[in-house]
């Protein structure tokens, strides 16, 4: 089974900042990572696929990047409505998903 | 606009099935471009991801789940199942359903639905 582990465990930033997150692969997973967001009592939303290529309609600030175990959520400049929870998914090998990294405000 | 809802039982009992059902609308389950999935999440906890079904039948399962899980699709109601055996505490949490895009990702997803285990 592949692990995937994300870093730091929470972000605390304040709107405008700049948000990077880490997520780690236990072995290779190629690109086939995804990028979810939740908030609480929603559900996630596919923010990401691919490790790289936005989903329809989300804003132009959500970047990602990486290939083989090392991948990177960028978030260019907070605004209110992206505190939350941030997962990383493979589907390289059936799915797992990382445990989350929440990102709350300062 | 593709809609997925969850439905079943909210409280089933230690040892029991917990079965849910998930109705798509503004797709076809039966279209044979998606997979369909079922996640979990218990409270305050991360995302588990519990198993896929397409529409010829083939489904693939989490291995830490698979001896008790069952995914089945019923394309005339234009729903999919999810069956969960031996049900002990550890099983509760929301269960969510989602379109499993195979060159993308899991999306839509919905809404969720919480279920308890518990006497």
């Known amino acids: 089974e592949i692990v995937l582990t994300q870093s730091p465990a929470t972000l605390s930033l304040s709107p405008g900042d700049r948000a990077t997150l880490s997520c780690r692969a236990s072995q290779s997973v190629s690109t086939y990572l995804a990028w979810y967001q939740q908030k609480p009592g929603q559900a996630p939303r596919l923010l990401i696929y691919d490790a790289s290529n936005r989903a329809a309609g989300i804003p132009a600030r959500f970047s990602g990047s990486g290939s083989g175990t090392d991948f990177t959520l960028t978030i260019s400049s907070l605004e209110p409505e992206d505190f939350a929870v941030y997962y990383c998914?493979?589907?390289?090998?059936?799915?797992?998903f990382g445990p989350g990294t929440r990102v709350d405000i300062k | 606009q593709v809609q997925l809802q969850e439905s079943g039982p909210g409280l089933v009992k230690p040892s029991q099935t917990l079965s849910l059902t998930c109705t798509v609308s503004?797709?076809?389950?039966?279209?044979?471009?998606?997979?369909w999935s079922w996640i979990r999440q218990p409270a305050g906890k991360g995302l588990e991801w519990v198993g896929r079904i397409f529409v010829s039948g083939s489904t693939n399962y989490s291995p830490s789940l698979k001896s008790r899980v069952t995914i089945s699709m019923d394309t005339s109601k234009n729903q999919f199942s999810l069956k969960l055996s031996s049900v002990t505490a550890a099983d509760t949490a929301v269960y969510y359903c989602?379109?499993?895009?195979?060159?993308?990702?899991?999306?839509?997803w919905g809404q969720g639905t919480l279920v308890t285990v518990s006497s």
């Open positions: 503004g797709d076809s389950v039966s279209s044979g471009r998606y997979y």
């Open positions: 998914q493979q589907r390289i090998n059936l799915f797992t």
């Open positions: 989602a379109r499993d895009h195979m060159l993308r990702g899991l999306d839509p």
